[in-house]
C-alpha cells in the first residue's frame, strides 16, 4: 500500500490518540498535501524537525494498529461479508449484512 495511503488510514483510525503536534503534522500531509519545508514553516521549526515529527507520528500510529487492529479486524469482516455474499445471501441477510458495512464505514 503507498505510504500516503496508509498514513491517511492509519490517521482516520488512530488520529484522536496522537499529541496535538503530531496530530497536525500528519493532517498536514494528509488533508492539505504539504511538504516538509511547508509544514516546519507553518510550524515555525525546520524540515528536519517535521520530518522527524512525521515520522514519530507515522511509528505511533502503526504501533496503535500493531497493538488494537482494528483495521485489521474491519478488513477481516469486510472479508466475511464478502464470503457470505458469494454464498447468496437472500435479502434479510443482505439487509443485514449493508447495515454492518454501513457501521464499519463510519
Known sequence: MDKLIQRAVLFDHYGELLNDKQRRIVEYTVSDDMSLS????EEGI???AASDLLK??????SEFEE?????RKSENIRACI???REHG???HVETELSK????LNK
Not at 38 to 41: K, L, P, T
Not at 100 to 103: H, M, T, V, Y
Open 82 to 84: 464478502r464470503r457470505i
Open 100 to 103: 454492518i458495512e454501513s457501521e
Open 46 to 48: 525546520t524540515r528536519q
Open 38 to 41: 511547508e509544514i516546519g514553516e
Open 56 to 61: 514519530r507520528a507515522d511509528e505511533k500510529l
Open 89 to 91: 445471501a437472500d435479502a
Open 67 to 71: 497493538k488494537l487492529g482494528i483495521i
